[in-house]
């Protein structure tokens, strides 16, 4: 065994093994416990014959609720958590960690005992202090946790296996230098700039084309207009919309989950405070003042607002928290947790109308008002009535969402068709309009959708479900209209806007160009007044890949933006809206040096980022090779 390996090199680390196990309960024990209905062990799903629990399924998304409650600093309820889609994002993570599991197996990947222990004996986590903290530890650990030794290591030999097949899938992955130097410049680069925009729309609306512009334009240039390959789809929606009528919830089950859940719906403790700040400095380059004179004049300020001087009026003064000081010092109202532990303390020691005593932080010195204060409360039943309802029929729907799916898939299994699978489930198949690639309407719009529906031949039923946004679609392709060139009427409309997009563009680039001719000579300002337009600025310093004010984004004007010289004007340059005329107010160019010593933490990251999309892609399509197959009852149970 692998453990008898790993005494001959006698390097462990005791925090990264608790990590270890602690990965495990999450992940794996459930797969070791019964299977009864209802338990952690029981299959709530197979892919490729590989079960997924409700036990690992509902600790995957619990962790995954906490991570976005810390983010959210406890903001979000129930109902908003559901609305997030975490419950499919959670089951489609198990579905990929399966998904390695079978690919490592096709390939045939194996991890031997030897790796395991060598895996352990060089890795730096494993090491304290060059000790080995000994098998007998490490079985004391693994029994504290109800784990053998045989566990751990196949837990050890999964991750290993799967780091083995993203290398072996992403191998040929590589950044260039100059996609390394465009990183480092968008990282980088920054301009402010001020600007006139020539907007396009109203001399659309001005412009005028003729019937003969329009046959000479199609007959010149008709491939243009050509109409690709277009699909039809029939298609079924499994979703709460479509089922929200058939459930319902009774007063006293509303009751009932108000009694279970009031914590969730309480209103936290709240002060409105208001604050002068003398900063200290954290270092002698740093902005603010030695600790002894910022507290004297503190002190000072003190003296003056227990003495009856007007705290607003003080803090616009003298407040150095230039973001509270124009406002009399006004931070508004928070709630626990949302300051740093010192002044949170203070503030929620006082009573509202009182003023506290000097408090020090890691910002300098706080003299602190409160304006008003409310208590913790819990709403009463009949103020949350409704959000209860909403949020129970949700989970009704939902969970019959479930149902409803797994047997439509139970049907289409069984060779029957998307209208006799409707019908059973009381659900009406529609067929779409014909579209290309790309260009699939609601509620088709989905890219893995449509790329599949492109792979179909006419009558195949897609027998797997695609998600979207509160359940799923089931597709077969009806019909293939094979790409062909159009006569006039069908393109007219297309080739009239083209043409009135090209004379409106035109219009306003001789605008622009005229704004420039008069900017060169008056100013931009001026010139933009003479012709009826507004000069505008960029609120503060932009980067790459950010939008330019209301110019906003787009290849050629970043280009022309980021590679102007400080202080000159640009030739008319493309916008969304039209054209637009800039010049550079301050600039922060590419430093050379600076690049050389980033650039191989930047290749580094840009590989790391290209791996992941790569195993992403790679995974969607080991999908495509195996059987989702999901359990209703299991889900009903679980969604409930």
Known sequence: MALAVMRRHRRWLFGFLWIVIAAFIILYIPAFQGADAGSPGETMAKVGGLPITVGEFNKARQRQRQRLEQLYQGRLDAEALRSMGIEEQVFNALVDDRLVALETRRLGLTVDDEEVARRLATSPEFQQNGRFVGAAEIRRLLDLQGLTVEQLEEDLRRRILAERLEALVTDGVAVTPAEAEREFRRRTEQVKAEYVVVDK?????????????????????????????????????????????????????????????????????????????????????????????????AEGLLAQVKAGSDFAALARKSSEDKGSATMGGDLGCFGRGHMVPAFENAAFSLKPGEV??????????????????????????????????????????????????????????????????????????????????????????????TARVFELKTGQVEPEPFSIPGGYVFVSLADVRAPRLPDLPEAQARVKADLLEEKALQAARSRAAEVKARAGKEGLEKAASALGLVRKETAGVVGRGQPLGDMGTGAALEEAAFSLPQGSLSDPVRTSAGYAVLRILEKKPFDPAAYEGQKATIVAGLKDQRRQQVFRAYLAQARQRYTVERRPEAFQRVMG
């Open 356 to 449: 506290s005593e000097l408090v020090k932080t890691d910002f300098g010195y706080h003299i602190i008002k409160i304006d008003s204060r409310k208590e913790e409360t819990v709403p009463a039943l009949s103020q949350v009535k409704d959000r209860i309802r909403q949020t129970l029929l949700s989970q009704r729907a939902r969970a019959l969402v479930e149902e409803k799916m797994a047997a439509v898939v139970a049907v289409l299994r069984r060779g029957r068709g998307l209208e006799e699978a409707g019908r059973e489930q009381g659900l009406t198949a529609k067929k779409s309009e014909p579209f290309a690639r790309g260009e699939a309407p609601s509620p088709l719009s989905s890219p893995q959708l």
């Open 201 to 297: 729309a109203p001399l659309r609306a001005a412009a005028a084309v003729t019937d003969d512009e329009v046959k000479q334009r199609f007959q010149s240039d008709r491939e243009a207009y050509r109409i690709p390959e277009q699909r039809a789809v029939q298609y079924l929606v499994v979703d709460e919309t479509a089922l929200s009528n058939r459930v319902a919830v009774t007063d006293g089950e509303l009751d009932g989950y108000y009694q279970e859940h009031k914590d969730e719906f309480k209103e936290p403790e709240e002060v409105c405070a208001s604050h002068i700040l003398l900063k200290v400095k954290a270092s002698p380059e740093g902005e603010g003042h030695p600790d002894a004179e910022a507290r004297k004049t």
